[in-house]
T-cell receptor, first 115, second 112 residues
Framework: AQKITQTQPGMFVQEKEAVTLDCTYDTSDQSYGLFWYKQPSSGEMIFLIYQGSYDEQNATEGRYSLNFQKARKSANLVISASQLGDSAMYFC????????????FGAGTQVVVTP | NAGVTQTPKFRVLKTGQSMTLLCAQDMNHEYMYWYRQDPGMGLRLIHYSVGEGTTAKGEVPDGYNVSRLKKQNFLLGLESAAPSQTSVYFCASVGHLNQPQHFGDGTRLSIL
């Protein structure tokens, strides 16, 4: 069975600092994809970044980067230069190639950015 | 550019009542999904569809039914609502499986 684990229920980070959100996954599949979504207090799910299991380079999207360590089965999200608008719940999710795109989500990490 | 639209946004039901949640997407996406989100948990898959006329069970399908009679619409039905189905429901769609899913804004459902 596949599983996504986010061990940090909540984090405080100061504005302009970087923060790392942990995500570990468990799968026996060789081909899979890892996603990070942001959910602000307004409730919508916003896609942030994607990493494929065969991608040789770590994914980056603006201030978001993914620290992908395949052997350790971890896909940590790094947010650089935090802004007040980054305060939100962050979810890590995984899909496998044969799963028809179904996503398995972690429990999420609540991030609060303080001035 | 509507994307994925869910109706209604809020609803309160009494135990035993039935209702249908509608998800509509205007991106011609093949794949559609229904998830529920409960406090302290990530989203969990209820049902999904890999094309018009097809549906399949996800992780937590009990108490729900779905239909996809038209490619752009994916309906989630509760035949006899129970308090345990109080949750926020999200619909999502994707055109190609290596792309991120697009989510609707969610439906907050309370069952008394």
């Amino acid at each position: 069975a596949q599983k996504i684990t986010q061990t940090q229920p909540g984090m405080f980070v100061q504005e302009k600092e970087a923060v790392t959100l942990d995500c570990t996954y468990d799968t026996s599949d060789q081909s899979y994809g890892l996603f990070w979504y942001k959910q602000p207090s307004s409730g919508e799910m916003i896609f942030l970044i994607y990493q494929g299991s065969y991608d040789e380079q770590n994914a980056t999207e603006g201030r978001y980067s993914l620290n992908f360590q395949k052997a350790r089965k971890s896909a940590n999200l790094v947010i650089s230069a935090s802004q007040l608008g980054d305060s939100a719940m962050y979810f890590c999710a995984m899909k496998t190639t044969d799963s028809w795109g179904k996503l398995q989500f972690g429990a999420g990490t609540q991030v609060v950015v303080t001035p | 550019n509507a994307g994925v639209t869910q109706t209604p946004k809020f609803r309160v039901l009494k135990t035993g009542q039935s209702m249908t949640l509608l998800c509509a997407q205007d991106m011609n996406h093949e794949y559609m999904y229904w998830y529920r989100q409960d406090p302290g948990m990530g989203l969990r898959l209820i049902h999904y569809s890999v094309g018009e006329g097809t549906t399949a069970k996800g992780e937590v399908p009990d108490g729900y039914n779905v239909s996809r009679l038209k490619k752009q619409n994916f309906l989630l039905g509760l035949e006899s609502a129970a308090p345990s189905q109080t949750s926020v429901y999200f619909c999502a769609s994707v055109g190609h499986l290596n792309q991120p899913q697009h989510f609707g804004d969610g439906t907050r459902l309370s069952i008394l």
